[in-house]
Each structure stands twice: as C-alpha cells, then as structure tokens.
C-alpha cells in the first residue's frame, strides 16, 4: 500500500521559516518524480515544486522561486520542502505527491499528473 505522509507544517510569523517533509512508501519510488502543492481555502490546488528521485529536474512555481527549496533523500524516500521568507499568501494545506509518469517534465503542474497523494499538512502564515 503507497503511502505519503507529510509533516512540518505550523503557523509561522512572515518572514519566517518552515520545512516540511514527505516519506513515501509502499513501492519503489526511484524512478518517479515527486511534487508539492499547496490549496487556499477557495483556490485550486497550485503546483509548488518538483523533482525526481533519480535527480536533476528540479522546478519550482514562479511564485516560490528563491524562497523555497526542494531536496530528497533517496535513502529515506523522503522529499522535503524548505520554505523561507514565508508570506501570508503562503498560507494553505501542503500536499505532496508522486508521480509515475515518463512525461512528468512536461505536465509536473497538472494535479491529475501525479498517482498517489499525501493527505496535507497545514501551513499559515501570519502577517
């Protein structure tokens, strides 16, 4: 059974700093491509950032460019998302992904793109 499981997330101060972690079991993920993306209350579900297992291949949405990185761990199937200089527009519930397709590069931002979800974390910032 796939399984991702986010933690991290928390109320924070703008300008301040969070970083959330997903642990993926249940298959062999070296070959997918992992996502975050985060949803506002009212808003759709956004791409955030992206990378492969396998390395290379990091993107991040415009709007998180120079804030947040995206890293993993292979040997933990753990991916991570440093958010810095968090905003108040920041705030939403945090959700990672995996993704097995061999076309991931061209539609890492559409949600339907991505096989197994987490179940989100929170993340609010306040101004």
């Known amino acids: 059974q796939v399984q991702l499981v986010e933690s991290g997330g928390g109320l924070v101060q703008a300008g301040g700093s969070l970083r959330l972690s997903c642990v993926a079991s249940?298959?062999?993920?070296?070959?997918?491509?992992m996502g975050w993306f985060r949803q506002a209350p009212g808003k759709e579900r956004e791409f955030v950032a992206g990378?492969?297992?396998?390395?290379?291949?990091?993107y991040y949405a415009d709007s998180v460019k120079g804030r947040f990185t995206i890293s993993r761990d292979n040997a933990k199937n753990t991916v991570y998302l440093q958010m810095n200089n968090l905003k108040p527009e920041d705030t939403a519930v945090y959700y990672c992904?995996?993704?097995?397709?061999?076309?991931?590069?061209?539609?890492?931002?559409?949600?339907?793109?991505?096989?197994?979800w987490g179940q989100g974390t929170q993340v609010t910032v306040s101004s």
């Open positions: 249940g298959r062999t993920f070296s070959n997918d491509a």
């Open positions: 990378i492969r297992f396998s390395g290379g291949h990091i």
């Open positions: 992904a995996a993704s097995t397709s061999s076309r991931w590069v061209l539609l890492r931002y559409q949600v339907q793109s991505y096989d197994f």
